[in-house]
């Protein structure tokens, strides 16, 4: 006769944090002139949440261009050379030294092309920079920084942070011993269903699973981090909180 699985309930303590926390930084150092966000709002990807002041880099932008088009002026100029002295080095019109000038003209004004070009896609890379967008959907935190700071890709970059919480993560560092008890059961570790307590002893609806255990033990604590999802409708939950998780074992 086999014997029955002794259900066992335990509670290990943990905190939350989002599925994805995206650092929001500036990428060009300029001044911020707006925040088109309002900050613990949810913004979807692409959705912009600050503006840097964009004439400094519409005014490089202009200047790339203009040097890109004096750059295939040249271009254009040392082709028609290379051209017209060919044929007259078979007459003898010039010497093999011109042509050979021009060739080496056209060659060099091919490369300051090339180098003008790089310099406008650069320009205008840092002039979308200028318009900071959430690469992701989720929760918008309070700005580091206000309209009028000087921000830049250092220290000063930081922004906010937009982070997804639908689902959540609960992170728990469990003992050895309470790893190997919950490892050991009969529900593999995965697929036990978990009950979130917060912080005033309410049950949060929502089970939860864990998604998967850290590769190692820290040896300083003896413990080992676990996380586990849960669903988060309404994003009542937020990063930082401090929770409960309750787990069913079968020993």
């Given at each position: 006769?086999?014997?029955?699985?002794?259900?066992?309930?335990?509670?290990?303590?943990?905190?939350?944090?989002?599925?994805?926390?995206?650092?929001?930084?500036?990428?060009?150092?300029?001044?911020?002139?707006?925040?088109?966000?309002?900050?613990?709002?949810?913004?979807?990807?692409?959705?912009?949440?600050?503006?840097?002041?964009?004439?400094?880099?519409?005014?490089?932008?202009?200047?790339?261009?203009?040097?890109?088009?004096q750059a295939e002026a040249q271009l254009e100029k040392t082709a028609l050379d290379v051209k017209r002295y060919t044929p007259l080095v078979k007459t003898s019109a010039i010497s093999q030294e011109e042509l050979d000038d021009a060739v080496q003209a056209n060659?060099?004004?091919?490369?300051?092309?090339?180098?003008?070009?790089?310099?406008?896609?650069?320009?205008?890379?840092?002039?979308?920079?200028?318009?900071?967008?959430?690469?992701?959907?989720?929760?918008?935190?309070?700005?580091?920084?206000?309209?009028?700071?000087?921000?830049?890709?250092?220290?000063?970059?930081?922004?906010?942070?937009?982070?997804?919480?639908?689902?959540?993560?609960?992170?728990?560092?469990?003992?050895?011993?309470?790893?190997?008890?919950?490892?050991?059961?009969?529900?593999?570790?995965?697929?036990?269903?978990?009950?979130?307590?917060?912080?005033?002893?309410?049950?949060?609806?929502?089970?939860?699973?864990?998604?998967?255990?850290?590769?190692?033990?820290?040896?300083?604590?003896?413990?080992?981090?676990?996380?586990?999802?849960?669903?988060?409708?309404?994003?009542?939950?937020?990063?930082?909180?401090?929770?409960?998780?309750?787990?069913?074992?079968?020993?």
């Amino acid at each position: 006769v086999r014997q029955q699985d002794v259900p066992v309930y335990r509670e290990w303590v943990g905190s939350l944090d989002g599925d994805v926390n995206a650092q929001i930084r500036a990428q060009v150092t300029g001044y911020l002139s707006a925040r088109d966000y309002q900050e613990g709002s949810f913004v979807r990807k692409g959705d912009p949440l600050f503006e840097i002041d964009p004439r400094p880099f519409q005014a490089l932008l202009n200047q790339a261009k203009g040097q890109l088009a004096q750059a295939e002026a040249q271009l254009e100029k040392t082709a028609l050379d290379v051209k017209r002295y060919t044929p007259l080095v078979k007459t003898s019109a010039i010497s093999q030294e011109e042509l050979d000038d021009a060739v080496q003209a056209n060659l060099a004004a091919k490369a300051s092309v090339a180098a003008a070009k790089a310099a406008v896609e650069k320009a205008a890379l840092d002039l979308g920079f200028t318009r900071v967008t959430s690469p992701i959907d989720g929760i918008a935190g309070i700005a580091l920084a206000q309209v009028g700071d000087l921000v830049g890709p250092g220290a000063s970059g930081n922004l906010t942070t937009v982070s997804t919480v639908n689902p959540i993560r609960a992170y728990i560092s469990l003992s050895e011993q309470e790893y190997l008890e919950a490892a050991a059961g009969q529900t593999p570790l995965n697929q036990l269903e978990l009950k979130l307590v917060l912080a005033d002893g309410s049950v949060f609806p929502p089970p939860g699973r864990i998604l998967f255990a850290d590769r190692e033990v820290n040896p300083r604590t003896g413990t080992i981090k676990v996380v586990a999802g849960f669903d988060n409708p309404g994003n009542l939950l937020r990063p930082g909180q401090f929770i409960r998780v309750r787990a069913l074992l079968k020993i």
